[in-house]
């Protein structure tokens, strides 16, 4: 079993609705990190949480430290949005981190 | 504006070629990790480096090996390339731990990797 469970593994959704991708875990972190990887490769940094809830512009990531468990919504989805979502975990005392598999959104116009 | 830059975007090698991967991070950073990307896997850590000449294995180092010589440079090095090791190759860059605040990895656009 992977430490770090996404789902889902693929989702395609028109323009305009409201995304959510799931995250679980299974071991105790230290951070949380959200990413992006737009076709051709690039991995962009979006959110890193310890606790709580963060938001930038139209997404938002909140974390259950308690439950293992952490979602990155998309409000207002756009065609734009359409990548690959991937969670990662740093595990306490590591400078490295876990990856899940990754979440395909498609958004459709 | 931060950077990570990898030395060629395609690559095609033939098998038993030694192969060179090349990345260069401009922010001063300690750590420094190269991972391998293929579908239904996910990124999986070939090595990392947490200071120049040190070095870590990850998750999958049979195959590969890699040189810190100086702190903004990590070279991945596969001795004789096989057609298991065609994938897409990343490289990544963080402060160390306690440094500051975030210990976010920065990316660069990756080395897609074909061995034939």
């Known amino acids: 079993k992977n430490e770090v469970e996404q789902s889902p593994q693929n989702l395609t959704a028109q323009e305009g609705e409201f995304i959510t991708i799931n995250c679980s875990y299974s071991v105790g972190i230290s951070a949380l990190h959200w990413l992006q990887q737009h076709p051709g490769g690039g991995i962009v940094s979006l959110f890193m949480?310890?606790?709580g809830k963060k938001k930038h512009g139209r997404l938002i990531a909140t974390i259950n430290i308690q439950e293992k468990h952490s979602s990155l919504h998309i409000t207002a989805s756009h065609p734009r949005d359409s990548a690959v979502y991937i969670c990662?975990?740093?595990?306490?005392?590591?400078?490295?981190?876990?990856f899940g598999t990754g979440t395909r959104l498609t958004i459709i116009p | 504006d931060v950077k990570v830059t990898q030395s060629s975007r395609y690559l095609v090698k033939r098998t038993g070629e030694k192969v060179f991967l090349e990345c260069v991070q401009d922010?001063?950073?300690?750590?420094m990790f190269w991972y391998r990307q293929d579908p239904g896997l996910g990124l999986r850590l070939i090595y990392f480096?947490?200071?120049?000449?040190?070095?870590e294995k990850g998750d999958i180092p049979e195959g590969y090996s890699v040189s810190r010589e100086k702190k903004e440079r990590f070279s991945l090095i596969l001795e004789s390339a096989s057609t298991n090791q065609t994938s897409m190759y990343l490289c990544?860059?963080?402060?160390?731990?306690?440094?500051?605040?975030?210990?976010?990895?920065?990316f660069g656009p990756g080395t897609r990797l074909t061995v034939l």
């Open positions: 480096s947490y200071d120049v000449k040190m070095k």
């Open positions: 990544a860059s963080s402060q160390r731990t306690g440094r500051g605040p975030y210990n976010e990895q920065f």
């Open positions: 949480l310890s606790s």
């Open positions: 922010m001063d950073h300690e750590n």
């Open positions: 990662a975990v740093r595990l306490s005392g590591n400078e490295k981190l876990t």
